[in-house]
């Protein structure tokens, strides 16, 4: 969507707020032992207290309030029965909408001590999205954000998921545009208009290329196998640059 009006603007903002305080909450309740189900209940507790309604499971009808991916899986994790264990790394993704706005909030945590490759990777995934998120501005590229991101990449020596891309959002989870590539690429002529609401989210690996489906038609992995964080943010574009509006309050 585009925002054109500044109740537009604090409604996104509302939403985004929730989004972000149910990611962050979620990820101090983290314990060993705990199973990725128990986890996801307590995204939707609050959800429901702040009157928002999960996307993932309203628009798709996926199986559970949040997507929680644990190592291996690198996004649309279904939570279940799957223990979370010291060393492993957790990814959370938050999107839910509230008054017909929607806003979506990802991050991939540390559980306990860990390799210092992943914990170097999981500061890198972070710096990854920051950059592309800077690339954000009324008439910028689009492409802009691919080919910074792109940079960083392949500088430091690692590699993008290039099937998984950012997408508009805002008055549904996957708005126009609908496909917004986060690593390089060419004959990508548009541009970026004022008041665009769209997300940022790089999937930096230590090897990987694209994301492939498993049996339960949601979890994905890795192709080739290897480590894959994911940040994400939700975005306006402005005059100015970038407007986050996924901070936790």
């Known amino acids: 969507m585009t925002i054109t009006h500044e109740d537009q603007l604090n409604s996104l903002k509302e939403i985004g707020r929730i989004v ?4 962050h909450t979620m990820a101090k309740a983290i314990e060993p032992g705990m199973t990725t189900r128990e986890l996801d209940e307590i995204g939707r507790a609050l959800l ?8 993932p499971e309203s628009v798709y009808d996926f199986p559970g309030a949040t997507c929680i991916s644990v190592n291996e899986e690198i996004a649309h994790g279904i939570p279940g029965e799957r223990v979370i264990l010291v060393g492993d790394l957790v990814n959370i993704d938050v999107s839910a909408s509230k008054n017909g706005f929607f806003a ?3 991050a991939t945590f540390c559980v306990g001590p860990v390799k210092s490759s992943l914990e ?5 995934g972070k710096r990854a999205m920051e950059i592309g998120i800077r690339q954000v501005g009324s008439n910028k590229p689009l492409a802009g954000i691919g080919k910074a991101v792109g940079k960083f990449a392949s500088d430091r020596g690692y590699t993008l998921i290039q099937n998984l891309a950012s997408h508009g959002v805002g008055k549904s989870l996957h708005d126009y545009p609908t496909e917004i590539a986060t ?7 548009r541009r970026i208009n004022k008041g665009l609401v769209l997300t940022v989210e790089p999937f930096l690996s230590t090897g990987g290329l694209w994301a492939t489906d498993c049996e339960d038609g949601w979890t994905l992995y890795s192709d080739p196998a290897a480590p894959v964080v994911q940040y994400e943010h939700t975005i306006v574009a402005t005059d100015r640059g970038p ?5 936790p309050s």
């Open 104 to 106: 979506d909030n990802g």
């Open 48 to 55: 429901e207290f702040d009157g928002a309604v999960s996307a």
């Open 20 to 23: 972000a305080n149910t990611m």
């Open 183 to 189: 690593w390089p690429t060419r004959g990508d002529k």
């Open 243 to 247: 407007v986050v509006v996924t901070l």
């Open 120 to 124: 170097r990777l999981c500061k890198d």
